[in-house]
């Protein structure tokens, strides 16, 4: 063994990497070859010994036919973490440092948490003092953007990234990074389309006018911000696609039960977090959701009240009133109910509504925003998490179990 580590001139023995060795014999490599390789040269729980003697291993085969390292280039954060859910991968993405935060263990051991994010989706790694990168971390700046190079790993704590490194971007590169890309952008101005189309179908011209202020008012913090920070939709844009789909369920619901007032329920599909432009906004030029005092102090339920209310005086004029005057339901009872929508949404105490929900229309929105939630985390339960058997994903948190993939739509055979 010991004349084996010597065929290694110049690389450090007690810290040898992956690294060392392209950088040491510009090597390549498929993962198809090597992928125990890259397992071994990533993660610290293999010894040192172990990972000498790979290393030594790749170096024999290449003397004798050239090995290709393949160093593959993520077009987004949520196209990296599907590929290491599937297995181990060397690869680099483009992101902004959203946040960064010192934090020490139980045993008062110190490390970084590093927050990274695109358009599509975020990540969150710990760097530990001894790791040779931590020097390069601590002097970066929240908000910079960045090439992060790994190897990373998806695991029951998350993504893993071993063997990392950091480059500047190219103009290009921050260019492509802040549009997020072409189908990402055309998806997101769909779903706005779709909520302004809502909004068009409404019969009742008091809930119409509040929708349309909100808006115009509000439009570019709206379509910016994220619907959460971790359990769904926690990605800039996310508050956008989270009310189309609450709306799009929740119009399918009020088809179901005509009884139902559904411009009610739209409106208040659209209102319900509307709160979260402020509890969790994203800068204009930034992916990071962003930490708000008046959101943290009052909540998203209680701002988007104050937000109802704010409009709602702004939109009745004189004349409005005049124009109102004799509709059936009266104009302050469409307030009040709608209202009750917001306050309720939550759907228990225990979840920070301070009302249940009383009436149907309560109910219905209460039940399309649960269902939408739920059913982004079952996408990202199958596109990210850990795989534990071909059909069965690692749970994510806010859903009960394990994801199982659904079953697949029934197609009929040709001339059956």
């Known amino acids: ?32 070859h090597c992928k125990h390789l890259v397992f071994l040269g990533g993660f610290s729980s293999v010894s040192q010994a172990e990972i000498r003697a790979a290393f030594v291993l790749l170096l024999l085969t290449s003397s004798q036919q050239r090995v290709r390292i393949r160093i593959v280039q993520y077009d987004s954060i949520s196209q990296l973490k599907k590929a290491a859910a599937e ?7 483009c992101a902004q440092l959203a946040h960064k935060l010192t934090k020490t263990t139980k045993a008062g051991k110190p490390y970084l948490e590093l927050t990274f994010a695109d358009a599509s989706d975020s990540l969150v790694i710990k760097v530990w003092d001894n790791a040779p990168w931590n020097a390069v971390c601590q002097a970066m700046h929240e908000g910079s953007v960045m090439a992060v190079t790994a190897d990373w790993q998806s695991s029951q704590y998350g993504m893993e ?36 189309e809502f909004i068009s179908s409404m019969k009742d011209p008091r809930l119409a006018a509040l929708c349309r202020a909100l808006t115009e008012v509000h439009e570019g913090r709206f379509r910016r911000a994220a619907a959460a920070r971790g359990m769904h939709h926690a990605r800039r ?13 929740a119009s399918a ?14 409106a208040g599909a659209l209102f319900h977090d509307c709160g979260k432009m402020w509890e969790t906004g994203c800068a204009e030029q930034g992916f990071g959701v962003e930490y708000n005092e008046m959101g943290e102090l009052l909540g998203h339920i209680s701002l ?7 409009l709602w005086k702004n939109i009745c004029t ?13 104009t302050e009872q469409v307030r009040l109910h709608l209202l009750h929508l917001i306050a309720s949404h939550h759907g228990v105490l225990e979840y920070g509504s301070p009302v249940v929900p009383k ?9 399309a925003d649960n269902i939408d939630a739920k059913m982004e985390m079952f996408r990202s339960a199958y596109e990210s998490s850990a795989v534990l058997a071909p059909t069965i994903r690692e749970k994510k948190y806010g859903l009960g179990g394990n994801a199982v993939l659904p079953l697949a739509h029934f197609e009929a055979e040709e001339g059956l």
Not at 87 to 93: A, K, M, R
Request: with cysteine; proline share 5%.
């Open 1 to 32: 063994m010991a004349d084996s580590i010597n065929m290694l001139p110049n690389v450090p023995k007690n810290s040898i990497s992956l690294h060392h060795v392209i950088t040491h014999y510009k090597l390549s490599y498929t993962l198809a």
């Open 87 to 93: 297995s181990i991968t060397q690869g680099t993405v």
């Open 161 to 196: 990234a071993g063997q990392m490194d950091f480059r500047e971007l190219s103009p290009e590169e921050e260019e492509a990074l802040f549009s997020g890309g072409a189908e990402l952008a055309e998806r997101r101005a769909e779903d706005w389309k779709r909520i302004l």
């Open 237 to 249: 844009g996310g508050l956008v696609e989270h009310t189309a789909g609450v709306m799009r369920a």
């Open 253 to 266: 619901i009020c088809s179901a039960y005509p009884q139902v007032n559904r411009d009610l329920v739209l």
């Open 304 to 310: 988007g009240i104050e937000i109802v209310n704010s």
């Open 318 to 330: 004189p004349e409005q009133k005049a124009a109102w005057k004799g509709l059936t339901p009266g």
């Open 359 to 367: 009436t149907p229309e309560a109910l219905v929105l209460h039940h």
